[in-house]
């Protein structure tokens, strides 16, 4: 007969079901995946491609006239502290790496209204979209936000930033990374 309190696995307690410190990780996996990350090059995701609607006019636009610098892409959403403190470590790193590099922002998780705002408040030097839905079908549900995609100077996926990085640790891994040589 089974105690008060326990529950089927004679564990005493409210839950029955014990969450691995895993769990969180499938998402990001399925999203690494699905992104290319570990799969070869020759079939790596091109970013620049998918449509997006813009915050400043409403205009639908692919990111293809971006191509020719690395370019970051990051998505934020309405209410997210680290998104804000994210946008104004890119102004910076901007400010420092402009000429090489090329930054937006993917709104999602929010109406056109919320969005907006929330970009205002966060006042970017570079523009602002509604994430297109077939980018979001294409790399999954975000399991966080900020999380920013980087793409090399053609637009395609290398890799990808989850949370808020500072610019003291953003600026050296950039350069490291697309070997930019930012003056700051």
Known sequence: MQNPGSNTNGH?????VRQSPWTGLLP????????????PRAVALELLGFEHQSLSDGSISNLKHL???PTLLMFYEPDCPWCFKQGRAFNKLLS???EELQ???????G???SLKRELWKMKPDFPGFIAGQEMI?????LPATPMTLIADSNGEFISYMRGYIKLETLEPLLKKQLGLTCKG
Do not use: F, R, Y
């Open 28 to 39: 990001l996996t399925v999203l690494i995946l699905m992104l290319g990350a570990i799969t």
């Open 111 to 113: 109406d056109k209204a």
């Open 12 to 16: 005493h307690g409210h839950s029955s």
């Open 96 to 98: 420092h790496c402009g």
């Open 103 to 109: 930054i937006v922002a993917l709104g999602t998780h």
């Open 67 to 69: 191509k020719g610098k």
């Open 137 to 141: 079908n294409s790399v999954g549900d």
